[in-house]
């Protein structure tokens, strides 16, 4: 299975941005420990990032992959654009937040992609990236 990994605006300052609330293992590390995580499986995985939406949807309409694992960053909250995208990929899609986004402000407790993702590992630090990819190998293989 060939897997993408995307990750929204502000993540590629993981490390750097807020480590009491994201941590400091950076967007590289994570990525890094990704492609491991889904080469152990007999998988493999593209990264990318950007804090341009448009350039999220125009990755997502390449259509040379078989799985996403998506951290949609603020995205989350509001792009219907990105929710339009993500379901008319045809694969499964895993959603991933490093924070537990329902317990913090309260503009964050709004999912447009709830219904799209089939499924989403929330508040569990960077590694529900990596729970993300063993749920996709058990799932959607």
Known sequence: MRILLLNGPNLGRLGTRQPEVYGT???AEIE????????????????????????????VEQRDYDAIVINP???????YAIRDALA??????????????????????VNVLVGVVAHSVV??????????????AAHAT
């Open 25 to 27: 293992t950076t967007l």
């Open 32 to 59: 890094a420990a990704c492609a491991e995580g889904a080469a152990s499986h007999g998988h493999t995985l593209t990264a990318f990032q950007t804090n341009h939406e448009g350039a999220l949807i125009d990755r």
């Open 73 to 79: 960053g603020a995205w989350t909250h509001y792009s």
């Open 88 to 109: 008319a990929c045809d694969v499964p899609v895993v959603e991933v937040h490093i924070s537990d986004v329902g317990a913090r402000e309260e503009f964050r407790k």
């Open 123 to 136: 508040g569990r630090g960077w590694p529900g990236y990596l729970e993300a990819i063993d749920w996709l």
